[in-house]
């Protein structure tokens, strides 16, 4: 019993789900006040980074992700397609360095990529990297090297979520345990690529399943230097389709909580926005939030248009930052 409740004490520093919910208790100008000062003290203010997505292999995937459109035990809107054409991806990636992405992220529905797999992504990073975008991919768990071959191509970031709290993974995912991901993450972050890993919020969740990913991600040592906060975008045909909707403004304390425990993170305001209304995605940018996905469609579900999210960032007085990187990074490395 004892060796239980010791391994729930957070070691010194690290965050106790207690203290996130007392975070979500306080009265929202007060969770508002404090992230945005932590967001000053740590980010250029009034900027937003935006990473354009490409899904480069859809559907067909054996996994049983209960939120997912691409998922093969379920029959949904999307038609699976093999891995894309290196030409189209380059394409892609032409129109969304010419429409202002800083970062393009391509991702595969794969559980795990084989080595020959391995070997086509990596020609598609070299070529990402060589127009001069930031990299990032999301293709599964990875084994022991391939990290090391994706870095060695010039991978930037890799993606690999933890969705929600432990306790409640097996009720969204059974083909997979919350150890594999974070052991695919140890092995990222042991390659020396930078680790993007969030999650998604509103699949029916309480407050302390939220605390409790939010928790696993800001005790990670280091956390994440992108941190992607989803709101569950709700597909026909998945388990979650019918999902009550979460109050807009516990998805906004999300992000504030969120800012708070990773202050040099950089957090993103990732799927949902489509259906968002522009208040709730200021109140985001409010909260901490610094990142978007830019460009009309996700991996196979729709996001705002890129003139609509012109015209918000106008509205709001928000910019690219002038560079991809934390302002104490950034101090830092012209000490
Ligand atoms: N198959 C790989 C994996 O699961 O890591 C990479 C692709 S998977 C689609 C990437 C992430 O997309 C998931 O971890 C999940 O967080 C997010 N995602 C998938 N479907 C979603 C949905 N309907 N709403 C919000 N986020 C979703
Ligand atoms: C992340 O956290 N969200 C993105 C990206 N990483 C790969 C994916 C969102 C997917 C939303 C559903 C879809 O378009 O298929
Ligand atoms: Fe497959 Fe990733 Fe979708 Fe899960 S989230 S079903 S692993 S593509």
């Given at each position: 019993?004892?060796?239980?409740?010791?391994?729930?004490?957070?070691?010194?520093?690290?965050?106790?789900?207690?203290?996130?919910?007392?975070?979500?208790?306080?009265?929202?100008?007060?969770?508002?006040?404090?992230?945005?000062?932590?967001?000053?003290?740590?980010?250029?203010?009034?900027?937003?980074?935006?990473?354009?997505?490409?899904?480069?292999?859809?559907?067909?995937?054996?996994?049983?992700?209960?939120?997912?459109?691409?998922?093969?035990?379920?029959?949904?809107?999307?038609?699976?397609?093999?891995?894309?054409?290196?030409?189209?991806?380059?394409?892609?990636?032409?129109?969304?360095?010419?429409?202002?992405?800083?970062?393009?992220?391509?991702?595969?529905?794969?559980?795990?990529?084989?080595?020959?797999?391995?070997?086509?992504?990596?020609?598609?990073?070299?070529?990402?990297?060589?127009?001069?975008?930031?990299?990032?991919?999301?293709?599964?768990?990875?084994?022991?090297?391939?990290?090391?071959?994706?870095?060695?191509?010039?991978?930037?970031?890799?993606?690999?979520?933890?969705?929600?709290?432990?306790?409640?993974?097996?009720?969204?995912?059974?083909?997979?345990?919350?150890?594999?991901?974070?052991?695919?993450?140890?092995?990222?972050?042991?390659?020396?690529?930078?680790?993007?890993?969030?999650?998604?919020?509103?699949?029916?969740?309480?407050?302390?399943?939220?605390?409790?990913?939010?928790?696993?991600?800001?005790?990670?040592?280091?956390?994440?230097?992108?941190?992607?906060?989803?709101?569950?975008?709700?597909?026909?045909?998945?388990?979650?389709?019918?999902?009550?909707?979460?109050?807009?403004?516990?998805?906004?304390?999300?992000?504030?909580?969120?800012?708070?425990?990773?202050?040099?993170?950089?957090?993103?305001?990732?799927?949902?926005?489509?259906?968002?209304?522009?208040?709730?995605?200021?109140?985001?940018?409010?909260?901490?939030?610094?990142?978007?996905?830019?460009?009309?469609?996700?991996?196979?579900?729709?996001?705002?248009?890129?003139?609509?999210?012109?015209?918000?960032?106008?509205?709001?007085?928000?910019?690219?930052?002038?560079?991809?990187q934390p302002q104490a990074a950034r101090?830092?490395?012209?000490?």
């Open positions: 019993m004892q060796s239980i409740a010791v391994s729930r004490q957070p070691r010194p520093g690290r965050w106790a789900i207690s203290d996130i919910l007392a975070l979500y208790a306080l009265p929202m100008n007060d969770l508002l006040l404090r992230a945005q000062t932590i967001h000053r003290d740590h980010h250029e203010p009034n900027t937003v980074q935006r990473s354009s997505l490409l899904s480069i292999k859809t559907g067909a995937c054996p996994e049983d992700c209960a939120y997912c459109p691409q998922s093969s035990r379920y029959t949904t809107p999307v038609q699976a397609q093999p891995l894309m054409p290196m030409a189209q991806v380059i394409e892609a990636a032409r129109k969304a360095k010419a429409g202002g992405a800083q970062r393009f992220c391509m991702g595969a529905a794969w559980r795990s990529p084989t080595e020959r797999q391995l070997d086509d992504v990596i020609e598609m990073v070299q070529a990402v990297k060589a127009m001069g975008l930031e990299t990032c991919v999301t293709l599964g768990m990875l084994k022991p090297g391939q990290p090391e071959r994706l870095k060695d191509a010039g991978l930037d970031y890799y993606n690999h979520n933890l969705d929600t709290a432990r306790e409640h993974y097996a009720d969204i995912i059974t083909t997979r345990r919350y150890d594999d991901r974070l052991q695919t993450l140890e092995r990222v972050r042991d390659a020396g690529i930078k680790v993007c890993c969030g999650g998604i919020v509103g699949m029916g969740e309480s407050r302390a399943i939220r605390a409790g990913l939010v928790a696993e991600l800001a005790n990670l040592d280091p956390y994440p230097e992108s941190v992607p906060i989803n709101h569950l975008v709700k597909v026909a045909g998945t388990p979650l389709a019918d999902t009550e909707d979460l109050d807009p403004l516990e998805f906004v304390r999300t992000i504030a909580v969120a800012r708070i425990t990773m202050p040099k993170a950089v957090v993103r305001l990732s799927a949902g926005r489509e259906t968002m209304h522009d208040s709730t995605q200021a109140l985001c940018f409010m909260a901490g939030a610094n990142s978007i996905f830019y460009g009309d469609q996700l991996l196979t579900t729709g996001n705002p248009q890129t003139e609509a999210d012109a015209l918000l960032f106008e509205r709001l007085g928000l910019r690219a930052p002038a560079a991809d101090e830092a490395a012209t000490c």
